[in-house]
């Protein structure tokens, strides 16, 4: 795990670094309070595109502080998805060119309603990584 340098007073970041290949596997962006008393937002740019999320400050630098330690275990593991390069078998993160064999899942009666998307990591760990 990377730590970067604030990108403004109100941001705080983080980059995962690939358990496989050493590469960045996703950065993890505080950007501040939102108009909701006591919600940050907090944006992740990984390897299924980018995502904003809303959660408590308390939680939001939580998250933030427990990837610049590199302890993905200090997050509590039902946030693990929201970071969609951590394996939640083994705790690893991985870049998007560590994974294998991406696959998109639809509603079987409406084929053009997404439903998820699963892939296979180093390890062998297969699991969904959007939704």
């Given at each position: 795990m990377n730590d970067t340098a604030n990108t403004s007073p109100r941001q705080e970041a983080a980059t995962m670094t690939c358990a496989a290949c050493g590469g960045p596997a996703s950065t993890v962006t505080?950007?501040?309070?939102?108009?909701?008393?006591?919600?940050?937002?907090l944006t992740v740019a990984g390897n299924t595109g980018f995502t904003t999320l809303f959660h408590e400050a308390a939680l939001v630098h939580q998250i933030i502080a427990a990837l610049r330690e590199g302890d993905l275990q200090a997050i509590p593991p039902r946030y693990w998805l929201e970071l969609d390069c951590v394996c939640r078998e083994c705790g690893a993160a991985y870049c998007r060119g560590c994974w294998s064999d991406f696959m998109d899942e639809f509603d079987p009666d409406r084929p053009i309603w997404y439903e998820c998307t699963h892939a296979t990591r180093p390890k062998g760990h297969r699991q969904m990584v959007a939704d």
């Open positions: 505080d950007m501040g309070p939102t108009n909701q008393p006591g919600v940050h937002s």
